[in-house]
């Protein structure tokens, strides 16, 4: 693993294609290195015919993070990839297997890891210094053990971190009491970065391209560059202002618990998601509060990106809004 630039004709190997992030990143590399050979990787078998649909350029793949011999095939000839994994899975074994399939390829120049991790952290006993034994994060928990996984195995890794909400969280977990009594709701009123899956998609394919932009290491913390540090408050009237409607907002635990609670369980297949939700929406409070005392900014101190500095515009939070209005507006509502 000594080489340092790509291959005219590189081979790329993009996991969960047929999601939000993975769909728009193997997509923007086609349109990007139309000669590349792309390999697309979905875990689940019924999953194969919508690949090969969305990606009719591309070597479709079903592959476990969790089988050894799956990862070994996944990264056979494979220059770069961008691996994200699902919730709450084994990031030990998962990225074991990912790393010990890394060097048995010994051809890739770079990964790119995306993470969720608090900014500036680096180990999970960082994280429970700071919010105590009980912390019960286990999305950025996962991530921190995969860093750990990764970089310990001598991976030309890179983790793009999103200190951020997605666009599309608003369509999914978020989305009955919007459209159901035009009311927007979350606890634990701070300020947040807000970014398109699209964009990270993106992002994450010009990383690809050029492995020069970046360190293997290095941690990159990825913002749209216009919809960043906006109080959960302020989104209401973002809304009322996109669809011409007014949208309330209601920032009460009481709430949280009532309106997101069954989309929450259904999102994340746990009993216990409203609640775990919740406390971690309650946990960021301190932690940004403490970051703004630095600057103004989610980034910790640390290197960031955006679109417009890969070369490409990336979707304002409004216009998103503004193009999915149906999904939140019923006109007889």
């Known amino acids: 693993m000594t080489i340092q630039t790509l291959p005219p004709e590189p081979s790329f190997l993009i996991f969960g294609a047929a999601g939000h992030i993975g769909r728009p990143c193997a997509q923007w590399l086609t349109e990007r290195h139309p000669t590349a050979h792309i390999r697309v990787v979905s875990s689940r078998p019924d999953m194969a015919a919508a690949l090969a649909e969305a990606h009719p350029d591309a070597e479709v793949m079903i592959a476990d993070y969790l089988r050894a011999d799956d990862m070994i095939a996944a990264f056979d000839g494979i220059h770069a990839a961008f691996v994200l994994t699902p919730d ?9 297997n990912v790393a010990d399939a890394v060097n048995a390829a010994g051809t890739l120049v770079r990964l790119v890891r995306l993470i969720g ?16 034994p009980d912390y019960k994060n286990e999305t950025a928990l996962h991530h921190l053990r995969a860093r750990k996984v990764l970089t310990g195995a001598g991976v030309p890794v890179v983790y793009m971190n999103i200190p951020g909400w997605f666009f599309e969280d608003f369509s999914e977990f978020l989305v009955d009491p919007i459209r159901d009594k035009r009311t927007f709701v979350m606890a634990a009123d701070r300020p947040m970065n807000f970014i398109a899956t699209r964009d990270i998609g993106r992002c994450a394919a010009e990383l690809l391209l050029d492995p020069s932009l970046t360190e293997a290491g290095e941690t990159l913390h990825l913002e749209n560059g216009i919809d960043t540090m906006i109080r959960f408050s302020r989104i209401a009237d973002i809304m009322s202002d996109a669809w011409g409607v007014p949208i309330a907002y209601e920032g009460t635990d009481e709430a949280f618990l009532r309106e997101l609670g069954p989309a929450l369980r259904k999102y994340y297949k746990r009993d216990d998601a409203a609640e ?34 890969l070369g490409f515009e990336p979707l304002p939070l409004k216009s998103w809004f503004r193009d999915n209005r149906d999904v939140f507006i019923s006109e007889c509502g």
């Open 117 to 132: 991790d608090p900014p500036g952290i680096r180990d999970e006993a960082e994280v429970l210094a700071l919010w105590g």
């Open 88 to 96: 709450f899975i084994d990031e030990k074994v998962a990225m074991a």
């Open 276 to 309: 775990h939700i919740l406390a971690e929406c309650h946990h960021e409070v301190p932690f940004i509060n403490e970051l703004l005392k630095r600057g103004n900014d989610l980034r910790g101190g640390e290197r960031h990106l955006t679109p417009e500095m």
